[in-house]
């Protein structure tokens, strides 16, 4: 007879926290970090699973939990997390500004234009120093994240003054694109907008950016940029904001910045499928296959055409029997 197995107790380093049920005010604890900055998402859920986070004074180790950021205290290395009312701003930034949160040598940071906000603000995505327009600033660390992620391609227009006038085969060329050691450098979209003099104003679109990529392009192609400034991200525009000013973005406009994420990882994800989409090269699209043309419910066929159509019928039996008489 076998003997009874020993009943172990499982051994917990760290107590375990369960999502209260029915609460719809509970957010992930990873999102959480995320939107107060602390990193993506992703990182947020190695800070927790390396035992980093703690709820109420209790570590959590385990991905999944819903908290309550308003009522529950939370912390990350001993630093409370601070959840405040999210902000989203658009700036004119000027030349000599750096997109960091910080800078050891102590130049000018965006934020700096800024100077009564309480909250803790990012750049979405960069423009280099020299370079001068729309950047979108906000509290949101999360969205600041996925807006500015090459994955989600939100584009990005520019006005550029070059040296010398490009032709058709220059603005072909950076449409296709040249590789550099990062890999290819191209602009989705590249016209010419006015001459002034020696130089010329193009206006490029990029979905993704790299690390001064336009001036790089330019360069290459023997143009050196005299000034490049950002006039749109996504569907916000510029408009009328003065250089060093801001202003904060609509609810409508957020929600079309949201909506245009959603869009993109949808597209990405494979699902739902695109609308009006070509069909691939070299692959052919079945025909369609006909219906027939029944009748609209309550409406009735035309006389004339259904005398037609009996007469038709009976013209082969009328020959038949036209032959049998011979």
Known sequence: MASPRRKTRTQRTTPTLKTPQGDDSLVRLQKVLASAGFGSRRH??????SGRVTVDGKTVV????RVDPAKQKIQLDGETVNVEKKVY?????PTGFLCTHSDPAGRRRVIDLFPKAKQRLFTVGRLDENSEGLILVTNDG?????????RYR??????????????????????EGLRFSEGYFRVDRARRVRVKGKTAVLQLTLNQGRNREIRRLLARLGHKVMKLRRIQFGPIKLGKVNLGEHRTLTPHEVKQLEALLETKREIRSGRPPRKNAAP???????????????????????PV??????????????????????
């Open 44 to 49: 947020c859920e190695e800070f927790i699973q």
């Open 142 to 150: 999360e969205f600041a994240n996925r807006l500015a992620h090459p």
């Open 280 to 302: 691939a090269k070299g692959k052919r699209t079945a025909p369609a296959k006909s219906k027939s043309a029944a009748p609209a419910k309550g409406k009735r066929s035309s």
């Open 154 to 175: 939100v584009s990005r227009v520019y006005e550029v003054q070059v040296a010398g006038i490009p032709t058709p085969d220059i603005l072909r060329q950076m449409r």
């Open 62 to 65: 385990e991905l999944g939990l």
């Open 305 to 326: 055409k259904g005398k037609a159509a009996a007469a038709a019928k009976k013209r082969p039996q009328q020959k038949a029997t036209k032959s049998r008489r011979r």
């Open 89 to 93: 701003y658009v700036l004119n930034k």
